[in-house]
């Protein structure tokens, strides 16, 4: 999976608590990305990365927030998760001249009961 | 809103077939176009990927892109088993994001 790691791989949490999700590569590629895939949804971007403390918002970033204090990590947390957070995530990464060719880590399932 | 759209399917094809993916994209600012494979419980993999109109060819896949039709698609020639899966179409408009299809599944029937 292109030396990227995300943990937890399986999570069961329970209404409002918060959650923090990591992912960790070591490629050094400056890009990365945090997706969500439902059914009848595709991947959807949550938030991405373009540089150490440089972040910004993608089309589903509500109740989510990121964190990236290092090259090699991306922390993706949800404040006070709720039932419509129950997802798989995924974490990409890329580098830039690459023709934005992603590659993803293996995901996290996430249930919110 | 950018979007990517695709067939869910589910689309069947007889072993040796070939398996014909199609997409289109809203955004004609799009200047890049992947094709990822995605397995069940598997994360995505990337196989194809496409940057200029016409053809490209990587064993038995073929990609293609028509810009002015915002169309692109994915062939599978001599199909087998091992390519049922879903098939993610994504699209970059250069700023590094990438906008995916909800999907095509693929099922290759012995």
């Known amino acids: 999976d292109a030396g990227i790691t995300q943990s937890p791989r399986h999570k069961v949490t329970e209404t409002g608590t918060p959650v923090t999700l990591r992912c960790h590569q070591t490629?050094?590629?400056?890009?990365m990305y945090w997706y969500r895939q439902d059914p009848g949804h595709g991947l959807r971007l949550i938030h991405y990365s373009y540089g150490v403390k440089d972040t910004d918002k993608g089309e589903v970033s509500d109740g989510y927030s990121v964190s990236r204090s290092k090259t090699e990590d991306f922390l993706l947390t949800l404040e006070s998760a709720t039932s419509s957070q129950t997802s798989v995530y995924f974490c990409?990464?890329?580098?830039?001249?690459?023709?934005?060719?992603?590659?993803f880590g293996q995901g996290t399932r996430l249930t919110v009961v | 809103q950018k979007e990517v759209e695709q067939n869910s399917g589910p689309l069947s094809v007889p072993e040796g077939a070939i398996a014909s993916l199609n997409c289109t994209y809203s955004?004609?600012?799009?200047?890049?176009f992947f094709w990822y494979r995605q397995y069940s419980g598997k994360s995505p993999e990337l196989i194809m990927s496409?940057?200029?109109?016409g053809d490209k060819e990587d064993g038995r896949f073929t990609a293609q892109l028509n810009k002015a039709s915002q169309y692109v698609s994915l062939l599978i020639r001599d199909s087998q088993p091992s390519d049922s899966a879903t098939y993610l179409c994504?699209?970059?408009?250069?700023?590094?994001?990438?906008?995916f299809g909800q999907g095509t599944r693929l099922t290759i029937n012995p």
């Open positions: 955004d004609r600012g799009s200047q890049s």
């Open positions: 990409a990464i890329s580098e830039p001249g690459g023709g934005t060719e992603a590659f």
């Open positions: 994504a699209a970059s408009d250069g700023a590094q994001k990438l906008v």
């Open positions: 496409i940057y200029s109109n």
């Open positions: 490629e050094n590629h400056r890009y």
